[in-house]
């Protein structure tokens, strides 16, 4: 499992089986799914291309509700958890 927050350099010596990637993109590259835990700035300007671009299964898990815009995108699933999604019956 890889992963990545501008704001840890190093994780502690009792975390294992966690690589920590050094930028957003490493983190990205190849990934089957993507967790988006905290609302960082430089993760709102995620686009469904770049996502579609490095991930090998462009699928967004987005728990922080940080990125509503990708929803909808046909270059990516996009999930938010913790919120139902709109259908039809509901609007």
Same mark, same amino acid.
């Given at each position: 499992?890889?992963?990545?927050?501008?704001?840890?350099?190093? *994780?502690?010596?009792?975390?294992?089986? @966690?690589?920590?990637?050094?930028?957003?993109?490493?983190?990205?590259?190849?990934?089957?799914?993507? @967790? *988006?835990?905290?609302?960082?700035?430089?993760?709102?300007?995620?686009? =469904?291309?770049?996502?579609?671009?490095?991930?090998?299964?462009?699928?967004? @898990?987005? #728990?922080? =509700?940080?990125?509503?815009?990708?929803?909808?995108?046909?270059?990516?699933?996009?999930?938010?958890?913790? #919120?139902?999604?709109?259908?039809?019956?509901?609007?």
């Amino acid at each position: 499992m890889t992963a990545y927050d501008p704001a840890i350099r190093a *994780l502690p010596p009792t975390v294992t089986g @966690i690589d920590l990637a050094g930028s957003l993109d490493a983190a990205l590259a190849g990934a089957d799914v993507a @967790i *988006l835990a905290t609302p960082w700035p430089e993760f709102r300007d995620l686009t =469904g291309e770049r996502l579609a671009q490095q991930m090998r299964r462009a699928c967004l @898990i987005d #728990q922080a =509700g940080a990125v509503p815009h990708l929803a909808g995108n046909p270059r990516l699933i996009y999930v938010r958890v913790g #919120q139902p999604l709109k259908t039809a019956e509901r609007d």
